[in-house]
Nanobody
Framework: QVQLVESGGGLVQAGGSLRLSCTTSGRTLSPYTMGWFRQAPGKEREFVAS????????EYGDAVKGRFTISRDNVKSMVSLVMNSLKPEDTGVYHCASDKLSYRLGITTKRSAFGSWGQGTQVTVSS
């Protein structure tokens, strides 16, 4: 499995921005579709964004479209999530995840498709 480590969370006021990063201490991330999911207290883990292994295709959850941007640097084996215009409902623990399959054709948004998960980083947006 790939060992994933997230960073960049914190406390921000509504309307502010944060940049989350995901790196690996194990195998390279380059062959895998990467995703970000979030979980608020008492709620199920929710899809936020994903990016294909090549970086050519991205998908976003409806709640974050137009505000969040996912990107990757396969040389540095890093995936980033830039979050703008943050809202209190964006509060939660954000987890990075890597696809179970390498060099997937297309892209996936399904939680079940991701096999390795980081511990998460807390994002809190105050009103």
């Amino acid at each position: 499995q790939v060992q994933l480590v997230e960073s960049g969370g914190g406390l921000v006021q509504a309307g502010g921005s944060l940049r989350l990063s995901c790196t690996t201490s194990g195998r390279t991330l380059s062959p895998y579709t990467m995703g970000w999911f979030r979980q608020a207290p008492g709620k199920e883990r929710e899809f936020v964004a994903s990016i294909s292994w090549s970086g050519s295709t991205t998908e976003y959850g409806d709640a974050v479209k137009g505000r969040f941007t996912i990107s990757r640097d396969n040389v540095k084996s890093m995936v980033s999530l830039v979050m703008n215009s943050l809202k209190p409902e964006d509060t939660g623990v954000y987890h990075c995840a890597s696809d179970k399959l390498s060099y997937r054709l297309g892209i996936t948004t399904k939680r079940s498709a991701f096999g390795s998960w980081g511990q998460g980083t807390q994002v809190t947006v105050s009103s």
